[in-house]
T-cell receptor, first 118, second 115 residues
Framework: AQKITQTQPGMFVQEKEAVTLDCTYD???????LFWYKQPSSGEMIFLIY??????QNATEGRYSLNFQKARKSANLVISASQLGDSAMYFC???????????????FGAGTTVTVRA | DAGVIQSPRHEVTEMGQEVTLRCKPI?????LFWYRQTMMRGLELLIY????????DSGMPEDRFSAKMPNASFSTLKIQPSEPRDSAVYFC?????????????FGPGTRLTVL
């Protein structure tokens, strides 16, 4: 069974500084995908970034980058130059393979709350 | 593009009442997911559909929960009878089912309170 672990329930970061959110995973699949979603206080889930297990380079999307260390089974999210609008909960998720339906579903971690201070 | 639409955004009901949550996926998307989010259990997948067909309903907590997708543009999640422990935020998400397509787009959620 796949498992996603986010060990940091909450973090504070100073505006304009970088912050790293930890995510480790456990899977026996050879091919998998890792996602990060942002959930602001308004409640919606916003897709941020995706990393495939066979991607050789770490994914980047603007100020978001994913530090993918396959051997350690970690997929940490780095937010550079934090802004007040980055205050939210962040979820790491992994694509889990469903054998019977030959399809995938997402399994989510517990989330990390980030508060950006001015 | 309107995104995934959910209604109602908030629902307060009394224990024992029937609750129906609605979702309209993004046009052209052929996979639809229902999630439940609580403080205790985080974000859980309840059920998902591909091309209107339920594929995996192993996350549906019990028989009081049922979901339908009568056509490609509409789905419902029904709880009958509702209980206080069903209080949660229910998200609907949709995805375009293509090779390598994994990104799910979430709706704004329905916050359900069962008194």
């Amino acid at each position: 069974a796949q498992k996603i672990t986010q060990t940091q329930p909450g973090m504070f970061v100073q505006e304009k500084e970088a912050v790293t959110l930890d995510c480790t995973y456990d899977t026996s699949d050879q091919s998998y995908g890792l996602f990060w979603y942002k959930q602001p206080s308004s409640g919606e889930m916003i897709f941020l970034i995706y990393q495939g297990s066979y991607d050789e380079q770490n994914a980047t999307e603007g100020r978001y980058s994913l530090n993918f260390q396959k051997a350690r089974k970690s997929a940490n999210l780095v937010i550079s130059a934090s802004q007040l609008g980055d205050s939210a909960m962040y979820f790491c998720a992994m694509r889990a393979y469903l054998f019977l339906s030959n399809d995938y579903k997402l399994s989510f971690g517990a989330g990390t709350t980030v508060t950006v201070r001015a | 593009d309107a995104g995934v639409i959910q209604s109602p955004r908030h629902e307060v009901t009394e224990m024992g009442q029937e609750v129906t949550l609605r979702c309209k996926p993004i046009s052209g998307h052929n996979s639809l997911f229902w999630y439940r989010q609580t403080m205790m259990r985080g974000l859980e997948l309840l059920i998902y559909f591909n091309n209107n067909v339920p594929i995996d309903d192993s996350g549906m907590p019990e028989d009081r929960f049922s979901a339908k997708m009568p056509n490609a543009s509409f789905s419902t999640l029904k709880i009958q009878p509702s209980e206080p422990r069903d209080s949660a935020v229910y998200f609907c998400a949709s995805r375009e089912l293509i090779a390598g397509g994994d990104e799910q787009f979430f709706g704004p959620g329905t916050r359900l309170t069962v008194l």
